[in-house]
């Protein structure tokens, strides 16, 4: 059966809502990360990590969407038909991977981005961070305005692969989602989608 290895709090939660909203059988097994479980599948320790039922691996949150979007045609949640629909839904991955999530890290780990280990000099990056997280957040709340999900094709892998990192604004930022209406729509909008409830009921018990 299809696997995927998961953290509460990561963003192994997108392909965790995924794999519920297409409805074939899977497994879903709890992880720490960088545990000695996690590194004897994965050796980098990282979530998500995805193992199908012969065995073979997939990393990185991006590519496992996109391979569950493709494998799964019958769920619609590629994000629609053709070269251009094809091409929005990887720059929306891409713009996640690396715009959305990357700014979390001076939030997440102040420690690598400073050699003054002054707690001035961790505020600052962390303040640095929410900054670069409020400049990425105003993109997707402009983005938004008018729609009920990311892509054109309707609701789709990307919605899920932002919910985590809305979460994370939510909970980090100074003020949370004030000030982006649409992205705090689009995230009351899946935590009452009955897919992204059960997930979160699995993974938090909430």
């Known amino acids: 059966m299809p696997t995927l290895y998961y ?4 963003c192994s939660l997108a392909p965790h809502i995924v794999l519920e909203w297409i409805g074939a059988p899977y497994e879903a097994v709890k992880v720490q990360y960088g545990s000695d479980e996690l590194r004897a599948v994965n050796p980098a320790g990282a979530v998500p990590t995805f193992r199908e039922d012969d065995g073979w691996l997939l990393t990185q949150a991006g590519a496992i969407l996109d391979y569950l979007a493709h494998k799964h045609p019958e769920a619609g949640l590629a994000g629609g038909d053709g070269a251009r629909a094809e091409a929005e839904t990887h720059r929306w991955s891409a713009f996640f991977t690396s715009d959305v999530h990357a700014a979390f890290w001076p939030i997440f780990m102040p420690d690598r ?22 400049k990425q957040f105003g993109i997707l709340d402009r983005h938004l ?13 990307i919605d899920a692969y932002a919910f985590p990192m809305i979460r ?5 930022l100074p003020g949370g989602l004030v000030g982006y209406p649409n992205v705090q729509a689009l995230h009351d909008r899946l935590t009452a989608d009955p897919g992204v409830r059960t997930v979160l009921a699995r993974e938090e018990g909430v």
């Open 145 to 157: 305005a008018g729609r009920e999900h990311i892509l054109d094709g309707g609701r789709s892998v």
């Open 113 to 134: 981005y400073t050699t003054d280990r002054s707690e001035a000099a961790r505020r600052a990056v962390v303040e640095a961070g929410h900054g670069l997280v409020a």
């Open 7 to 10: 953290a509460v709090g990561a």
């Open 168 to 172: 994370w604004a939510a909970k980090l």
